[in-house]
């Protein structure tokens, strides 16, 4: 009985501390978005440069992360070689700086409702690109669930009420660098045996980041920042802005190291929701019925895409358990052949 009851409060508490971790993460990633909209938004804060947001992000983050790795050693550095720097972190920080460029770019002209509902389109993109580099497999199912998802997207822009097309086209160029670098983290570390937490990616990417954005924005950011009057650093905007995006690095690694990569994707659904429902009510942003109906086909679509990622990962374990059992009956049976 005491036993039972011990377990009982065990799987209670971890149950309990999952939901935490969901929530965490769902109120800092909503705080952040809602924070650079307010701050890239003309009509808001009015401070229009992506670029130099996203540097100051990244520097900041940057700087903490070096802290927590060499300084407090709150993290373990991964030792990496200059080949694998090289060919790999750079490449990923240099697709990394576009997607956090143009993405934040997005908030300028369209609205947070309308981007969150453009963002469903990440699986379709993974999954596209994922075949092209053969790290997934063509799938008439899959596909058909990918088309499922576009189309409630597509009916989702047809509805939208202030729609712009510029904001679209950078918001859907920066999804598709955005999954180009999952896929490559795939390609280029995890075949190398190399996985990199929040904390030990910003350490190593941020600054490749920062080098990457540096070179749009000496041309397109810092001759309009010299003669802007809003130039100047409001140390408090940015400062807790910069903080926020750090402390959804923290709450990626803490909601992905005690659940997984499959719980923030479907906790990601509940936030883009949120998301919705808090630009229509507080921000006032219209949201049409039509986009609703749109975004709910999309949301299926994901939703089904998830379901089957579980089902495939629960598979994949249940596989790797049966042949672990075999492994251990024919290590026993060769055992007492032996006596």
Same mark, same amino acid.
């Given at each position: 009985?005491?036993?039972?009851?011990?377990?009982?409060?065990? =799987? +209670?508490?971890?149950?309990?501390?999952?939901?935490?971790? +969901?929530?965490?993460?769902?109120?800092?990633?909503?705080?952040? *978005?809602?924070?650079?909209?307010?701050?890239?938004?003309?009509?808001?804060?009015?401070?229009?440069?992506?670029?130099?947001?996203?540097?100051?992000?990244?520097?900041?983050?940057?700087?903490?992360?070096?802290?927590?790795?060499?300084?407090?050693?709150?993290?373990?550095?991964?030792?990496?070689?200059?080949? =694998?720097?090289?060919?790999? *972190?750079?490449?990923?920080?240099?697709?990394?700086?576009?997607?956090?460029?143009?993405?934040?770019?997005?908030?300028?002209?369209?609205s947070v409702s309308f981007i969150q509902m453009l963002k469903a389109l990440m699986p379709v993109a993974v999954y596209t690109? $994922?075949?092209?580099?053969?790290?997934?497999?063509?799938?008439?199912?899959?596909?058909?669930?990918?088309?499922?998802?576009?189309?409630?997207?597509?009916?989702?822009?047809?509805?939208?009420?202030?729609?712009?097309?510029?904001?679209?086209?950078?918001?859907?160029?920066?999804?598709?660098?955005?999954?180009?670098?999952?896929?490559?983290?795939?390609?280029?570390?995890t075949s190398k045996g190399i996985f990199l937490n929040p904390i030990t990616f910003l350490y190593y990417v941020a600054p490749?980041? /920062? +080098?990457?954005?540096? *070179?749009?924005? *000496?041309?397109?950011?810092?001759?309009? /920042?010299?003669?802007s009057s809003r130039s100047q650093f409001d140390f408090a905007i940015f400062g807790t802005n910069s903080l926020c995006a750090?402390?959804?690095?923290?709450?990626?690694?803490?909601?992905?190291?005690?659940?997984?990569?499959?719980?923030?994707?479907?906790?990601? =659904?509940?936030?883009?929701?949120?998301?919705?429902?808090?630009?229509?009510?507080?921000?006032?942003?219209?949201?049409?019925?039509?986009?609703?109906?749109?975004?709910?086909?999309?949301?299926?679509?994901?939703?089904?895409?998830?379901?089957?990622?579980?089902?495939?990962?629960?598979?994949?374990?249940?596989?790797?358990?049966?042949?672990?059992?075999?492994?251990?009956?024919?290590?026993? $049976?060769?055992?007492?052949?032996?006596?």
């Amino acid at each position: 009985m005491g036993k039972g009851a011990a377990l009982s409060n065990g =799987v +209670v508490k971890k149950i309990i501390l999952s939901y935490t971790y +969901v929530a965490l993460w769902i109120f800092i990633s909503f705080t952040v *978005i809602v924070y650079n909209k307010y701050i890239l938004d003309r009509k808001l804060y009015g401070w229009p440069f992506p670029i130099s947001l996203t540097m100051i992000q990244m520097t900041f983050c940057s700087s903490l992360a070096f802290l927590l790795v060499r300084v407090f050693k709150v993290v373990e550095p991964v030792s990496l070689s200059w080949n =694998v720097y090289l060919t790999c *972190i750079l490449p990923i920080g240099a697709l990394y700086s576009v997607s956090l460029w143009l993405s934040n770019s997005a908030y300028i002209y369209l609205s947070v409702s309308f981007i969150q509902m453009l963002k469903a389109l990440m699986p379709v993109a993974v999954y596209t690109i $994922g075949i092209l580099f053969k790290k997934d497999t063509f799938n008439y199912s899959t596909m058909g669930n990918m088309l499922a998802i576009s189309v409630g997207v597509a009916i989702a822009a047809y509805g939208e009420a202030k729609y712009d097309s510029w904001g679209v086209f950078l918001l859907l160029v920066g999804v598709l660098f955005e999954a180009t670098r999952l896929v490559m983290i795939q390609i280029l570390l995890t075949s190398k045996g190399i996985f990199l937490n929040p904390i030990t990616f910003l350490y190593y990417v941020a600054p490749s980041c /920062l +080098v990457f954005l540096s *070179i749009p924005w *000496i041309f397109l950011e810092l001759p309009i /920042l010299r003669q802007s009057s809003r130039s100047q650093f409001d140390f408090a905007i940015f400062g807790t802005n910069s903080l926020c995006a750090f402390a959804l690095n923290l709450a990626v690694f803490l909601l992905v190291g005690k659940t997984s990569v499959l719980t923030m994707n479907v906790a990601g =659904v509940v936030k883009d929701w949120l998301l919705i429902a808090f630009s229509w009510s507080v921000i006032k942003d219209t949201v049409t019925p039509v986009n609703l109906i749109g975004y709910g086909l999309a949301f299926l679509g994901v939703a089904y895409y998830n379901h089957n990622k579980l089902q495939a990962k629960k598979s994949q374990q249940a596989d790797e358990e049966a042949r672990r059992l075999l492994l251990e009956r024919d290590s026993n $049976g060769s055992s007492d052949s032996q006596a």
